[in-house]
């Protein structure tokens, strides 16, 4: 599908729920989310009859995200289901990592291909407090199984002001080490995003160049999204950086987002989005969810305008989007 801006959306986010099992301190109170009422909640079926709809439509690429995915029983077996849908060419899964531990090989079998894992401290210490209580070894576990499964792997790291500052060094180091993709992605001032201190990209990338050298370009694609990717000398892997805010990657925009409550959501940084949970239930047919998800997506907004006046600001946090 082209939208009106000429971008061509082929990557559909599936948050399958608001739950976590971790409470990060940008994206969850430490209480936790008021959870969505169950009948709120898409069921699976609705999900997959969706993914039929948008395949027809030109979704290659499946990416399974919340919440914590595997926080919702059966997620593999839905990646499963997923992954047998005509047109439907990859299934990825964004993780922390903690509940998926000794269940990689099974999220392979289920035709997971890409894991990101994500892991903002390799510091004991500093990973409970960012996450308020999580263990990293059991994320690491899981990042290690997924390498040895061969997937294609990443590490996301949200470098916070005050918590992480000292350990992405040592989480750039992953990607010396291994084949795999770490990514500095810059904290998004969403939900609890806002009262955090984000640590810009170009500081970051300083303090990675100085400690590992001036990094080439990797010209290598890696997945479907907006990163840009470096690689150190001698390393093994990538270092990708992802700056939504320094600099916006809205003109390569290649996305949408189904929230758990189903709605189609065209930008992470609006609200405006389209109801297909109240279309699915009042008896919609798959012509009329077509006519309708092509017009939503059409009129995707050209820009997330994060710190611009707009109407329709997101106020939700990003557990309840995906990120
Ligand atoms: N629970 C899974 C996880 O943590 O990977 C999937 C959902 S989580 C919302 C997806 C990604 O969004 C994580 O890598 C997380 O660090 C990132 N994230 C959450 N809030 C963010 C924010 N305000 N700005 C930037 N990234 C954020
Ligand atoms: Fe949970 Fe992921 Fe949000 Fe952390 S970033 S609280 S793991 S949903």
Known sequence: ???????????????????????????????????????????????????????????????????????????LELAQQLHAVPGIESISMTTNGILLKDKVHQAFLAGISSLNVSIDALNPAVYSRLTRGGDVSQALCTLQQALEEGMNVKVNTVPVRGFNDEDLIPIARLAQEAPLCVRFIELMPIGYGTQADRIPYAETAKRLEAAFGTP??????????????????????????????????????????????????LCLNHTEGLDLRSMLRQGADDTEMMDEISKAIANKPGRHAFYEEISDHEERNMNAIGG
């Open 1 to 75: 599908m082209i939208d009106n801006n000429g971008r061509s959306i082929d990557y559909l986010r599936i948050s399958v729920t608001d739950r976590c099992n971790l409470r990060c301190i940008y994206c969850m109170p430490e209480r936790g989310v008021c959870e969505m009422e169950h009948t709120q909640i898409l069921r699976f079926e609705e999900i997959l009859r969706i993914v039929r709809v948008m395949a027809g439509l030109g979704v290659k690429h499946i990416r399974l995200t919340g919440g914590e995915p595997m926080a919702r029983r059966g997620c």
């Open 216 to 265: 080439a370009e990797d010209s290598q694609t890696h997945g479907h999204g907006p990163a840009r990717y470096v690689k150190y000398p001698g390393f093994k892997g990538s270092v990708g950086f992802i700056s939504a805010v320094s600099h916006e990657f809205c003109a390569s925009c290649n996305r949408v987002r189904l929230t758990a409550d189903g709605r189609l959501k």
